[in-house]
C-alpha cells in the first residue's frame, strides 16, 4: 500500500516568490492535513481538509492557503515568501480526519528554504 | 501555559533498558492521543493510536493514557540503538480535526 507522498522534497526559493506544494495521501483517505515543522515551533497546524472542504485552520497568515481535489489529492500555497517560512511541510493522511479513523499517517515532507 | 507539554530531553538510555516517555496536557478536551517516531530529516512515523484511558501494547511498546491526570506515556521495552529518534505525542480534540503535537523528546539508546 502507497504511503503518502509529498512533492517536491527539496525546494529553494526567493524571498517575496511563491511556492506551490503537493501531497497525495494514502488510497481511501479523504483528510489531509499540513503542518509546519521548526527547530523552534515544532509542529503546527497549517490547515485540514475533507472532501474539498476545509475544515479547520490553524494560525497562520493568509499567505498561508491551501485546497483539495475532487480525487483527494492536496496543495498548499505560500506566496510572498519570507526567510521565516523556511521549515519541513508534512502531510498527513486519515480516512475521516475526526472521530473513529483519525489516525494520521505523514509523508517524508517538502524542505523549504527561503533564502 | 503550552497546550501539550513534553520535554525534550536529550534522553540517553543503554541498550536494553526500559524508556518511559511523557506528555502532560491542560485542555480536557483531548479525547484522541498518538504517538510518533520521528528519525533524522525524515516524516513522522505512527506508533501507537488510542482514544480512552489505559493501557495498549504493541509489541515493545506500551502507550498508556491517564485522563483524571491529563498525562499519557510511551513506553520502550527492551530499547535498541535503531529505536533512537525523536519522540512525539499528539493530541485532538474531537470535532477540531487537528492535532496538538508535543515539541518531542529526543532519544538516544547507547550500544
Known amino acids: 500500500k502507497a504511503g503518502v507522498t509529498q512533492t517536491p522534497r527539496y525546494l529553494i526559493k526567493t524571498r517575496g516568490q511563491q511556492v506551490t506544494l503537493s501531497c497525495s495521501p494514502i488510497?481511501?483517505?479523504?483528510?489531509v492535513s499540513w503542518y509546519q515543522q521548526t527547530p523552534g515551533q515544532g509542529l503546527q497546524f497549517l490547515f485540514e481538509y475533507f472532501s474539498e472542504t476545509q475544515r479547520n485552520k490553524g494560525n497562520f497568515p493568509g499567505r498561508f492557503s491551501g485546497r483539495q481535489f475532487s480525487n483527494s489529492r492536496s496543495e498548499m500555497n505560500v506566496s510572498t515568501l519570507e526567510l521565516g517560512d523556511s521549515a519541513l511541510y508534512l502531510c498527513?493522511?486519515?480516512?475521516?480526519?475526526?472521530?473513529?479513523?483519525?489516525?494520521?499517517?505523514f509523508g517524508q515532507g517538502t524542505r523549504l528554504t527561503v533564502v | 501555559q503550552k497546550e501539550v507539554e513534553q520535554d525534550p530531553g536529550p534522553l540517553s538510555v543503554p541498550e536494553g533498558a526500559i524508556v518511559s516517555l511523557n506528555c502532560t496536557y491542560s485542555n480536557s478536551a483531548f479525547q484522541y492521543f498518538m504517538w510518533y517516531r520521528q528519525y533524522s530529516r525524515k516524516g513522522p512515523e505512527l506508533l501507537m493510536y488510542t482514544y480512552s484511558s489505559g493501557n495498549k501494547e504493541d509489541g515493545r511498546f506500551t502507550a498508556q493514557v491517564d485522563k483524571s491526570s491529563k498525562y499519557i506515556s510511551l513506553f520502550i521495552r527492551d530499547s535498541q540503538p535503531s529505536d533512537s529518534a525523536t519522540y512525539l505525542c499528539a493530541l485532538m480534540g474531537s470535532g477540531t480535526y487537528k492535532y496538538i503535537f508535543g515539541t518531542g523528546t529526543r532519544l538516544k539508546v547507547l550500544a
Open positions: 498527513a493522511s486519515s480516512r475521516t480526519g475526526g472521530a473513529m479513523n483519525t489516525e494520521a499517517f
Open positions: 488510497s481511501g483517505h479523504r483528510s
